[in-house]
Structures are given as structure tokens and as C-alpha cells.
């Protein structure tokens, strides 16, 4: 009895961790880039445009892999350098309002590179509640819901004149 409960509760996990495995895409891989924590200009009312508050960033994106196999040649992938740099200087730019406005762009930024097909950005205030609560949004774009589908030119050399090899 024992040694069937146990086959079926296998059974299950194995068909799970399949289904995990088949929602990857053929030809993608998911890169994923958690717990960014950084100061960030935002918020809406007087006492947020006082001083930067921390923000925290999780990103996970669907990465075209060209070859049959990955390589050990950085030049290959996404570099996680330039993601978090990317990051960093989105954060840092002009004040922004809304998280909303601030994942959009950061899903720009992401779909700047030409390999990622789609990114899921998650964008929490972890100061605003002082610990009560942490609010935030979560949204994925894909390379065909942008319009214009990437940055402009000038932003993405920017992007690339970051990377450290």
C-alpha cells in the first residue's frame, strides 16, 4: 500500500517537473536575474520625490540560444552584466511616477536585446509601508507586443558600450 502511494506521488512529480520542462519554448532557455535591490526615484507624492527609495527587481526572460549547444564563450549569451547595468542606469535616470511606467521600461530594456523574446519584470516599493506591506506590479512583454520592438539605437549602444569582457 505503502509502495503505491509512494509510486503515484512520484508519478506526479515527474509528470510536473516534465510540464516545467516542456513550457520552455524549443530553441529558448529562460535566464533569470533576482532580488535586485537598488535606490530608485519614484513615487507619486512630495515625501517619495524627496530622496530615492529602494526598489526590488526580479527579472525572467526567454533567451533565444542560436547553437544546438551553449558554448563557454560569453560572447554567446546575454550577459548578466548587462542586464543589472541596464538596470542601474534606467533606476537613476529622471524621476518616474508609477512602477508601472518603470517595469515598461525596464521590459524595453530587456527586449533591447535582440535574443530575448520575452521578459517578465516584477517591480516591488519595499520602503513605502515601512515594512506593513510591500506593494508592486508584475507584467511580461514579448518582442511582438512592442511597438517598435526595441529601443532606440542611440540607447542601445549604450546598453552594449556597458558590457566589461
Known amino acids: ?65 542560436d547553437g544546438a549547444q551553449f558554448s563557454d564563450d560569453i560572447g554567446d549569451v546575454l550577459s548578466y552584466d548587462d542586464l543589472l547595468s541596464g538596470l542601474k542606469r534606467i533606476l537613476m535616470d529622471e524621476h518616474t511616477n508609477l512602477v508601472e511606467l518603470l517595469a515598461e521600461k525596464i521590459a524595453r530594456m530587456c527586449l533591447a536585446h535582440e535574443q530575448v523574446q520575452s521578459a517578465r519584470v516584477s517591480v516591488a516599493k519595499l520602503d513605502i509601508y515601512n515594512g506593513v506591506a510591500v506593494p508592486g506590479i508584475r507584467l511580461e512583454r514579448t518582442r511582438d507586443q512592442m511597438p517598435g520592438s526595441s529601443l532606440p539605437a542611440s540607447h542601445r549602444l549604450m546598453v552594449m558600450a556597458d558590457r566589461r569582457i
Open 1 to 65: 500500500m505503502l509502495e503505491t502511494i509512494l509510486s503515484a506521488q512520484c508519478a506526479r512529480g515527474a509528470a510536473t517537473a516534465d510540464a516545467q520542462r516542456s513550457s520552455i519554448p524549443a530553441g529558448l532557455y529562460e535566464l533569470f536575474l533576482e532580488n535586485v535591490v537598488l535606490p530608485c526615484r519614484i513615487g507619486v507624492f512630495d515625501y517619495e520625490r524627496g530622496a530615492p527609495q529602494r526598489v526590488r527587481i526580479d527579472l525572467l526572460l526567454q533567451v533565444r540560444q
